[in-house]
DNA sequence: GTCTATACAACGATAGAC
DNA sequence: GTCTATCGTTGTATAGAC
């Protein structure tokens, strides 16, 4: 999987996903006409990540998300309830798109090595073209409502079972060599969060997403005991 | 280096560090009687700290600071100009603690598998003891000033840099090996900011501190190409 | 479906009594 | 050195015109 191909199939998939959110969320919208709702809903959502990501979603007034989507105050009530629904139609948003993909790409491979790659490059890809959402639901996650928050860590925890799950499908078989699954697979999950934590500092040394991607690989690779494909015009290395 | 002894000298000097603190900031501190301002402040930071982190700088009142830290409204500004302040000030505190510690345990061990180890051990240990702080320190950063932030971020590299000075001299000598020393002591950073990022987790999980401390070690060393020596009874393994 | 105008609670901050 | 009382501002949220 290639980052340019990814993205071309995330970019399609979107408006489908805009329309989802929509009818899932019918109660709280006042505006019945999908042409509007869509339209106004994603630009809503869009710019309270952006403002949310500078100042924090605590710190955005809501006259500063009226101006900055065009909307007027009364204008924004149409779409939800109050702030703190915001907040949850937001989250909502995110792991519904994270859902869709996941399912997408998932299991195609068969080998453990393969899917593991596969695991690792979606989670990055995904975070780089919906960066802000992956760094929102990051740091606003402590201030849910205490459902909404248990939904999050389930999530995080869905995810972290995914990668572990393929480690001990990759011991079973023989190819891993791993003591503790769950525990390596927390700390994959940490090196593939500190992609859009960090993103400043990767910015600057000019690493893209696939170098990134290689580089996690090649420590994966490392500590399991496997050999790692080198990209494009490399020819295939063993890591020690 | 051990948890437990680490912890026992890492108590005794937090003392001088709450005095040096009250003597840095002179200028903004009212209060001018050490023995008075001294217990204050400590109660202040902790307090700040520990709200801070269940809703957020932002979020938390000077109301609420106020009320849990047992000082009135007014009290509480003869202690810091203003809630900004209040931020810097707190960030300053725990700088403060980070180098001194840095400063009295590194550079003990001459080769670089010893010194790598003490550093890992190190991050982990304080990040362990002052969990609030690390935990504030990186969840709140983005709301300092423009000046403040570039400092904070300063800190952020200059630690990576430590570590990336210590995969380079290992490369020279020749017992490490390690294409891109930056790019991986990002990632052992990565793994080092999980434990507090994420600490319900490990709470959860019964994993202790020197557990992962353990873990992490067997991921770089496994990396890197070299041995690694297992604790207590354990005897001397080879990673791979 | 969207706007303007407004209500009222909570915020950071300060003055002046003790 | 610390308190209480109060200021002006800003926050979320809503009512009613268009």
Not at 136 to 143: I, L
Not at 179 to 206: C, E, F, H, N
Not at 208 to 220: F, G, L
Request: charged share 30%.
């Amino acid at each position: 999987m290639e980052f340019e191909s990814f993205k071309r199939e995330y970019l399609l998939s979107m408006e489908a996903i805009c329309e989802q959110i929509f009818q899932k969320n019918g109660d709280s919208i006042k505006v019945k006409k999908q042409k509007f709702a869509v339209k106004n809903l994603t630009r809503i959502i869009d710019t309270a990540l952006k403002l949310s990501n500078k100042t924090g979603f605590h710190a955005m007034g809501l006259r500063a998300l009226s101006k900055e989507s065009g909307l007027s105050m009364g204008g924004l009530y149409a779409y939800f309830e109050g702030k703190d629904e915001l907040l949850r139609v937001i989250q909502d948003y995110g792991r519904q798109v994270l859902l869709e993909l996941m399912e997408k790409h998932m299991a195609k491979e068969g080998e453990p090595r393969g899917k593991l790659e596969t695991a690792v490059k979606l989670h990055l890809f995904l975070s780089e073209v919906m960066h802000d959402w992956f760094f929102f639901s990051y740091m606003e996650a402590r201030f849910l409502s205490r459902e909404d928050r248990k939904s999050a860590i389930e999530g995080e925890l869905q995810s972290e079972e995914i990668f572990a799950g393929l480690l001990e499908e990759g011991r079973k078989a023989g190819v891993f060599r791993v003591a503790d699954p769950v525990l390596a697979a927390s700390l994959i999950k940490a090196m593939l969060q500190d992609w859009y934590l960090k993103r400043w500092k990767y910015t600057g040394r000019s690493v893209s997403v696939e170098d990134y991607a290689e580089h996690v690989m090649e420590w994966i690779s490392a500590y399991l005991g496997c050999t790692v494909s080198k990209r494009d015009d490399a020819d295939e290395t063993v890591i020690r």
